[in-house]
């Protein structure tokens, strides 16, 4: 019998092999046009003006993307528990089994319900936005 770790050793060198012969590859065939715009930095969908001093942007991108980051990152908790319910139900009882994720899921039910309670999960319309939506011109 072979040595398993042959086999692991092999597709470690194939995953590194493979992106890093694609960049070396895209390196040497793409054009290069260096221009001032792939200079500038891009922030949640707003184009900058100016020094970093006077850029304003609205904070609730990142709010939004942070509260889709914990609320995404629950359910690589929650799946995992959900396919071993029953058999951890079965082998240590249904209270062991379940008082895990029932204390999870509130203590994330609490933490939406903060994030709600302080505006995170509002979105502030401007007076730009909203001039002319009362009407129907």
């Not at 979105?123 to 011109?137: I, L």
Request: no cysteine; proline share 6%.
């Amino acid at each position: 019998m072979s040595n398993p770790w042959i086999a692991i050793g092999a597709l470690a060198v194939v995953a590194l092999a493979i992106p890093l012969t694609m960049m070396a590859v895209s390196s040497l065939l793409r054009p290069s046009v260096p221009e001032q715009g792939k200079r500038t930095t891009y922030e949640s969908g707003e184009v900058p003006t100016g020094s970093s001093r006077q850029i304003k942007f609205n904070i609730q991108y990142y709010m939004v993307a942070l509260l889709f980051v914990v609320f995404d990152i629950e359910t690589v908790f929650i799946f995992p528990w959900t396919v071993i319910y029953s058999d951890a139900a079965a082998e240590f009882g249904m209270t062991t089994a379940l008082l895990p994720m029932v204390v999870f899921i509130g203590i994330l039910a609490i933490g939406l319900g903060w994030a709600w309670r302080n505006g995170a999960v509002q979105w502030v319309r401007s007076p730009r936005a909203t001039k002319g939506a009362d009407t129907y011109e």
